[in-house]
């Protein structure tokens, strides 16, 4: 089995980036995906990017921060039904929140949703689709999306490798460096008004 690579990350958000994406386009041929989430933003931390892809329970958690790009550690990727010991030990734990009494031994999408997560003060669930334009630029990836969190409209672009300088690098060329690096939930909290950690 290869050996994950925590990858580097760069991303910024404001109402459009059309102009970004054209650039994007002039380097390299974009794949066009779609895709509808569901996040779980804990107001304990900002550093856990947990959401629902694909019927899979996605989780990555913050690494390291290197020179203003960040580093996200991938730390679960299970398909429903969830057992009981994973919502415990490693959902409620990467949301830094004590986790709740559950009484089934495992819980399908909708029941982990509205008995478990809906019952959670300290998580907002936040629908988001994306409409992905996704780039392969040498040792990077980039990517532009235009995203609806909760129905309001933001475009984002993106820029990740497992190679820092390689990102530096990109986002200078871009016009980009000087910019915020936002993470999604950052971006969420701030946009929809929810208590930050």
């Known amino acids: 089995m290869a050996e994950i690579e925590f990858r580097y990350e760069f991303r910024i958000w404001a109402?459009?980036?059309a102009s970004l994406r054209?650039?994007?386009?002039?380097?390299?041929?974009?794949k066009q995906t779609f895709s509808q989430e569901t996040y779980l933003i804990s107001s304990r931390t900002d550093w856990c990017n947990a959401k629902i892809r694909s019927d899979l329970m996605d989780i990555k958690v913050l690494l390291a921060e290197?020179?203003?790009?960040?580093?996200w550690k991938p730390v679960l990727k299970s398909g429903f039904p969830l057992q009981r010991s994973v919502i415990a030990t490693q959902v409620f734990t990467s949301l830094e929140l004590p986790p709740p009494v559950l009484s089934r031994a495992e819980y399908a999408r909708e029941q982990f949703l509205g008995e478990v997560i809906a019952a959670e003060p300290q998580i907002a669930i936040v629908?988001?689709?994306?409409?992905r334009y996704q780039f392969n630029l040498e040792t990077c990836q980039a990517e532009f999306?235009?995203?609806?969190?909760?129905?309001l409209a933001r475009d984002t672009v993106a820029v990740e490798s497992a190679d820092p300088d390689a990102v530096l690098q990109l986002i200078g060329e871009l016009g980009i460096a000087g910019e915020a690096n936002t993470s999604y939930i950052r971006e969420i909290k701030q946009v929809l008004?929810?208590?930050?950690?």
Do not use: F
């Open 193 to 197: 008004n929810l208590v930050s950690a």
């Open 127 to 131: 629908h988001v689709s994306k409409n």
């Open 15 to 17: 109402e459009t980036l």
């Open 145 to 151: 999306a235009a995203v609806t969190l909760n129905n």
């Open 22 to 30: 054209k650039g994007l386009e002039r380097l390299a041929q974009a």
């Open 66 to 71: 290197d020179r203003g790009l960040e580093q």
